[in-house]
């Protein structure tokens, strides 16, 4: 098998306008290592959390038995994917690249299942995301395999965690530089032998209030490092990226790199929205922050066969 190269800008767009200079160009080998990026980050945040919290921890924070042996079960698989995709890439003359030291906020099982949850979508949306760029229906074949899997495991968690499992109709597909924006603040360092993705992070965007966000109620963003503050916000907007397209929301500047974002119709479960320059499209052109994740929809309460919630909070 031979890898291929692609120009993901304009061309997946297919604008009649797009720019014709090739900006960016992704081989397959790349997006399987940024893969196997993601992979190695899931593989190890799960046995970090399986060495750092107990069963009883576990069950303390709202998991049963046969839940804890289902995340036993999720990390196993990441381990599984991580083997896979570098016997993939080997076979196909790349060098795989190799786990890197992570920085991983979960203090405690609760807060490290809610990551785990959030992971886990980020994980469906960067698949699918990657998806329109493979060349090789084989390689398409295999990370379309993985992708189901990890939506298994986003409802899975979701579903425990008491939110709905699918409470969109349609997943939302993430761009490399998205998804490398809401991962690179796990990531501490690399191994220098590993190759240089050509994926950036845009400056960060956090959604800072804690009120459950629901169509219609605002929320508050707050841009991080790398963000320009001499900006003109009144150019500024936000967009829910979708499988459709961007969602734009309202938006006001409130100083001090904080926003409020109307929550619009039409994005529901793990969302991410964007800051854009303009309000034409929200691409890597003109994302200027972002995405923040925000889960939007009521809590669904568990499902005892499933999460066997017992505290809630
Ligand atoms: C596990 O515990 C170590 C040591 O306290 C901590 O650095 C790490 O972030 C924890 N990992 C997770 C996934 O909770
Ligand atoms: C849920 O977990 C509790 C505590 O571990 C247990 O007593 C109860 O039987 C479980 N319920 C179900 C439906 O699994």
Redesign the pocket.
Known sequence: MKFTSVAITGAVLGLANASPIVKRAITDADILNYALTLEHLEATFYAEGLKNYTMQDF?DAGL???AYANLQMIAGDEVTHVEFLTKALTAAGAKPVEQCTYAFPSTDAKSFLALGNVLEGVGVSAYLGAAASIMDDTYLTAAGSILTVEARHSAYLRAALGEAASPDPFDSPLDFNEVYTVASPFIVSCPSSNVMLPVKAFPSLTMTSTAAAMTGSKVQVTVGSGFDMSMNTKDLYAAFVTVTGPVWAPLSFMGNGKFSVTIPAGVAGQSYVVLTKGNSQATDDNIVAGPAIIEIGPMVGSM??CG?K?TSS
């Open positions: 069950a049963n038995g046969a005892n066969d066997n017992t």
